[in-house]
């Protein structure tokens, strides 16, 4: 299965900056996926960022707060813009091959 | 709307004892189901898998149980291990949902030496 380089894994951001997380993938993958946890909560899918084409967004998720980038086969990038406390979660990428789904380490993201 | 319900937000097992973990759905167009172990600090790992053709599916010491009528299933670790205490997640497909997966909230399990 892809193993997948998630960065950074940790961050304390200033409300009103942005933050632009990155996954490298070992392999070339067509489909990633970006999700947020919450604190206790359940993984939330944010979108569908497949090479090629322009990501595709989740109710409650719009593309000026969360900008993502699919340059390549290998490699995505998340924006959480103009962040705020509310935004403090923990973000993954994942990948779906064949044998099933790849996650990154996660970003856990603290806004203050 | 929660389609993907783990009802008990953690569970304390004897090592050595069997650890069950519930998951229920609501969604009867999912057809594939997966359980994911989560640490903290990292992403989540796959555990075991199971389709809707079947209703049990077995890897070592883990078992995935599915009861259609019910749109419950369960997993099965024996003899629990400490190693096992994590988090673990009910996630499922549903067809042509472009391989999204709908996650459950998290079963924290514990396991006591």
């Known amino acids: 299965s892809a193993v997948i380089s998630q960065k950074p894994s940790r961050d304390i951001c200033q409300r009103g900056t942005s933050l632009t997380i990155q996954c490298q993938v070992d392999s070339q993958v067509t489909m990633m996926f970006w999700y947020r946890q919450q604190p206790g909560q359940s993984l939330t899918l944010i979108a569908t960022a497949n090479q090629g084409s322009e990501a595709t967004y989740e109710s409650g998720f719009v593309i000026d707060k969360f900008p993502i980038s699919r340059p390549n086969l290998t490699f995505s990038t998340l924006t959480v813009s103009n962040m705020s406390p509310e935004d403090s979660s923990i973000y993954l990428c994942s990948v779906y091959q064949g044998n099933g789904y790849t996650f990154g380490s996660g970003t856990r993201l603290t806004v203050v | 709307d929660q389609q993907v319900k783990q009802n008990s937000p953690s569970l304390s097992v004897q090592e050595g004892r069997i650890s069950i973990l519930n998951c229920d759905y609501t969604?009867?167009?999912?057809?594939?189901f997966l359980w994911y172990k989560k640490y903290p600090a990292e992403g989540p790992t796959f555990l075991i898998s199971?389709?809707?053709i079947k209703d049990k599916n077995e890897d070592g010491r883990f078992t995935v149980f599915l009861n259609k009528s019910a749109k419950h299933l369960s997993l099965h670790i024996v003899p629990s291990q400490p190693g096992d205490s994590a988090v673990y997640f009910c996630?499922?497909?549903?067809?042509?949902?472009?391989?999204?997966?709908?996650w459950g909230a998290g079963t924290k399990l514990i396991i006591k030496p």
């Open positions: 969604n009867s167009m999912f057809d594939y």
């Open positions: 996630a499922a497909r549903a067809m042509d949902s472009n391989y999204q997966l709908i």
């Open positions: 199971i389709s809707s």
